[in-house]
């Protein structure tokens, strides 16, 4: 249960993260997110986000430890890209 709780955690702040880096205006998203826009109504990022979380916690429960590492390599990824993004280094 506690793993399970760490993931949702972890997806809170893939959440924050991708909403941050959505609304920052950096030229290198707004291109990809109009296409993307276009495409999914303006939800597709959280509904990708939300479905990655979802699968993380449901083969986590089923007992793959490989889910918990794979999740928490995406947020580090996530974390990586936000920072470079928003810190303007781009």
Known sequence: MAVLFFL????????AMHKAVMESGHPAIQGSRAAF????GGWGGYALEYVIL???MSFA???FAFAIGAYI???LLNAG???I??????
Not at 8 to 15: A, I, K, P, R
């Open 54 to 56: 979802v699968a993380a």
């Open 73 to 75: 390599g995406y947020t």
């Open 8 to 15: 949702f955690v972890l997806g809170t702040g893939n959440f």
């Open 37 to 40: 826009d276009k495409a999914t």
């Open 85 to 90: 993004l928003l810190s303007g280094r781009r």
């Open 81 to 83: 890209a936000a920072w």
């Open 61 to 63: 429960h089923q007992g």
